[in-house]
């Protein structure tokens, strides 16, 4: 079963347009919209369970039962109040589960068949816990079905249209064992995950990719896709210091200006310094980076290379090497250097990830991998209500350095 291109098509023209959390997550909005069809989907798949044929299927003749139209309902989730159309059976037998007859206060979808599948629970896991806990007699193979609606709804969510303009773009990955499903052997892969700052200041996850180890060839193809669906400017690209990375972000946006992080730039020094030395360096490679401007940056750095370079070559040489890609958060406002001179944003993504899959040690393929991410995304998301703190402040500073790549938006 599917959702009708015409109900997709609309979905994206609503996502097209949001411009803010309100036009996402408001009483219209096109997050709402996208829950009412997935609870319908469900509804509808239950309904084919229940028949034991699909919708139209020329088995169903004579079977003793069929469907008889709808009954329209409203019910109040945790994004307000949604219209639901319930089908309904000539026997008038179905028993659905994902909004039960007379229930008219939904608790927060998590706490339904979908989130405890987010959350790391196996179907047999969720059939066990909804009979202990609800009293609900259901079996593994409609709880799979109703799941993998749930492939629909993110395909729809990572090809939807974005922004024109990100100011900020968060890039990193983080890995997860997978079983390969031809060789059954079990490897790493990376979860490549891309967060977005847009001109209102709001966070937004732009999509998620798995892929093999991490390497910058693929994140070529991630930012392709990006520039694809709809983004013609990312002014700045905070990254960590993998090979490669800054030439592949320019290759696709060559106006966007790459910050590697201080605190990546920082471990990877440290990493070849004797332990006895580490603490001391770290202090004075401090007087680098937090230094009021590049100069003085410079004229600190000289000074540690003068201390420390000839013992710990192999860890302070990379500063000068990436210098143009370390430096451009100097010439930024405080507030914005706060906020590009580390991944700490992404990786703050990541160890809530962490959370909701450690119960997970061995995915069984990469799509169930990257539903869970999703559906753990569309959770967290939910917390991102404000915009970052003083961003109109911020965005007068954005849009006068980058008042060039800004021209046509603004």
Same mark, same amino acid.
């Given at each position: 079963?599917?959702?009708?291109?015409?109900?997709?098509?609309?979905?994206?023209?609503?996502?097209?347009?949001?411009?803010?959390?309100?036009?996402?997550?408001?009483?219209?909005?096109?997050?709402?919209?996208?829950?009412?069809?997935?609870?319908?989907?469900?509804?509808?798949?239950?309904?084919?369970?229940?028949?034991?044929?699909?919708?139209?299927?020329?088995?169903?003749?004579?079977?003793?039962?069929?469907?008889?139209?709808?009954?329209?309902?409203?019910?109040?989730?945790?994004?307000?109040?949604?219209?639901?159309?319930?089908?309904?059976?000539?026997?008038?037998?179905?028993?659905?589960?994902?909004?039960?007859?007379?229930?008219?206060?939904?608790?927060?979808?998590?706490?339904?068949?979908?989130?405890?599948?987010?959350?790391?629970?196996?179907?047999?896991?969720?059939?066990?816990?909804?009979?202990?806990?609800?009293?609900?007699?259901?079996?593994?193979? +409609? &709880?799979?079905? =109703?799941?993998?609606?749930?492939?629909?709804?993110? %395909?729809?969510?990572?090809?939807? $249209?974005?922004?024109? #303009?990100?100011?900020?773009?968060?890039?990193?990955?983080?890995?997860?064992?997978?079983?390969?499903?031809?060789?059954?052997?079990?490897?790493?892969?990376?979860?490549?995950?891309?967060?977005?700052?847009?001109?209102?200041?709001?966070?937004?996850?732009?999509?998620?990719?798995?892929?093999?180890?991490?390497?910058?060839?693929?994140?070529?193809?991630?930012?392709?896709?990006?520039?694809?669906?709809?983004?013609?400017?990312? +002014? &700045?690209?905070? =990254?960590?210091?993998?090979?490669?990375?800054?030439? %592949?972000?320019?290759?696709?946006? $060559?106006?966007?200006? #790459?910050?590697?992080?201080?605190?990546?730039?920082?471990?990877?020094?440290?990493?070849?310094?004797?332990?006895?030395?580490?603490?001391?360096?770290?202090?004075?490679?401090?007087?680098?980076?937090?230094?009021?401007?590049?100069?003085?940056?410079?004229?600190?750095?000289?000074?540690?290379?003068?201390?420390?370079?000839?013992?710990?070559?192999?860890?302070?040489?990379?500063?000068?090497?990436?210098?143009?890609?370390?430096?451009?958060?100097?010439?930024?406002?405080?507030?914005?250097?706060?906020?590009?001179?580390?991944?700490?944003?992404?990786?703050?993504?990541?160890?809530?990830?962490?959370?909701?899959?450690?119960?997970?040690?061995?995915?069984?393929?990469?799509?169930?991998?990257?539903?869970?991410?999703?559906?753990?995304?569309?959770?967290?998301?939910?917390?991102?209500?404000?915009?970052?703190?003083?961003?109109?402040?911020?965005?007068?500073?954005?849009?006068?350095?980058?008042?060039?790549?800004?021209?046509?938006?603004?």
């Amino acid at each position: 079963m599917d959702l009708n291109d015409e109900v997709f098509e609309q979905l994206k023209k609503d996502l097209s347009k949001a411009k803010s959390y309100k036009d996402l997550m408001g009483e219209n909005g096109a997050i709402k919209k996208i829950l009412k069809a997935s609870l319908e989907l469900m509804l509808e798949t239950e309904m084919n369970e229940h028949l034991g044929y699909q919708k139209h299927d020329p088995s169903g003749n004579n079977s003793g039962n069929s469907r008889n139209g709808k009954t329209r309902k409203s019910v109040l989730t945790d994004q307000g109040e949604i219209q639901l159309d319930t089908p309904r059976d000539r026997k008038g037998d179905f028993e659905p589960m994902v909004v039960k007859k007379h229930e008219r206060r939904l608790g927060e979808l998590e706490d339904k068949i979908i989130s405890m599948y987010a959350k790391g629970m196996t179907t047999r896991d969720i059939e066990s816990h909804l009979e202990d806990i609800y009293g609900i007699n259901t079996s593994a193979s +409609l &709880i799979s079905h =109703i799941t993998d609606q749930i492939t629909i709804m993110a %395909a729809e969510w990572q090809n939807r $249209p974005l922004e024109p #303009v990100y100011t900020v773009v968060y890039l990193d990955a983080i890995h997860f064992k997978v079983r390969d499903e031809t060789t059954r052997r079990v490897t790493s892969k990376a979860a490549y995950t891309c967060l977005g700052i847009d001109l209102h200041g709001y966070k937004e996850l732009l999509g998620l990719w798995i892929g093999e180890a991490e390497g910058a060839s693929f994140w070529l193809t991630v930012l392709t896709e990006l520039r694809n669906r709809g983004i013609k400017q990312i +002014l &700045i690209a905070c =990254i960590d210091g993998l090979k490669g990375f800054p030439d %592949a972000i320019q290759a696709v946006f $060559p106006e966007t200006e #790459v910050q590697l992080c201080i605190i990546h730039q920082l471990r990877n020094s440290l990493k070849y310094v004797g332990n006895k030395d580490r603490r001391t360096v770290a202090g004075d490679l401090k007087h680098v980076y937090t230094a009021p401007t590049e100069e003085a940056a410079l004229m600190a750095l000289e000074q540690v290379e003068k201390t420390w370079l000839k013992k710990y070559a192999l860890g302070l040489r990379s500063w000068r090497e990436n210098w143009s890609n370390l430096s451009p958060f100097f010439k930024y406002p405080e507030e914005l250097k706060r906020i590009i001179y580390t991944t700490n944003a992404v990786e703050s993504l990541h160890r809530q990830f962490r959370k909701i899959t450690k119960s997970k040690s061995v995915f069984p393929h990469n799509e169930a991998l990257k539903k869970t991410l999703y559906l753990a995304y569309r959770d967290l998301g939910k917390k991102w209500t404000r915009p970052i703190p003083n961003w109109q402040l911020l965005l007068g500073h954005i849009s006068i350095i980058f008042e060039k790549q800004l021209a046509s938006f603004l």
